[in-house]
């Protein structure tokens, strides 16, 4: 039943999304030991962010709320299948399950259409729609030695 209620306030807030026009009608909750540890709207137009979306703004919040960058042992319900933006933000949260309502069809079906998207990013680095080229290898890999050697530093 908690599920069930988890997921009816996620989508709660994307309604509310909707109707304050404070962003899409996307909406997610962050659930740690049966209590949502954090809450998110999607928030791209309202705040020029285009991270800014529901997932990564509930991630944002249950870090703040949890005080930690570690997630583990939390789940995510959120109003839609995730963007590839967010189950990559989802990931690195080590968020331990995603429970989702609509599917990136039906977002599709109301002009959110990552397709084009989710296609790239399957492909290899160097063959993806934005051009990228390496530059600066040997300074910053300077940087990621003075890490290997930080004695103070927080693992991740």
């Known amino acids: 039943m908690l599920n069930e209620q988890f997921m009816k306030e996620a989508i709660r807030l994307s309604l509310e999304n909707m109707q304050k026009n404070a962003g899409w009608p996307f909406g997610a909750v962050v659930v740690k030991d049966g209590k949502i540890v954090g809450r998110g709207r999607n928030q791209v137009t309202s705040s020029n962010d285009p991270t800014a979306h529901a997932e990564v703004v509930a991630i944002r919040d249950a870090c703040k709320n949890l005080w930690t960058f570690d997630l583990d042992g939390c789940e995510i319900y ?16 080590r968020i331990n399950k995603i429970w989702y309502a609509n599917t990136e069809h039906d977002a599709a079906d109301i002009g959110f259409d990552d397709s084009a998207f989710r296609e790239d990013i399957k492909k290899e680095f160097t063959h993806r729609a934005i051009p990228v080229e390496q530059m600066s290898h040997d300074e910053a890999l300077e940087v990621f030695k003075a890490w290997t050697e930080k004695q103070d530093k927080i693992e991740y």
């Open 78 to 93: 959120t109003s839609c299948e995730p963007c590839p933006m967010c189950y990559g933000a989802i990931s690195r949260a």
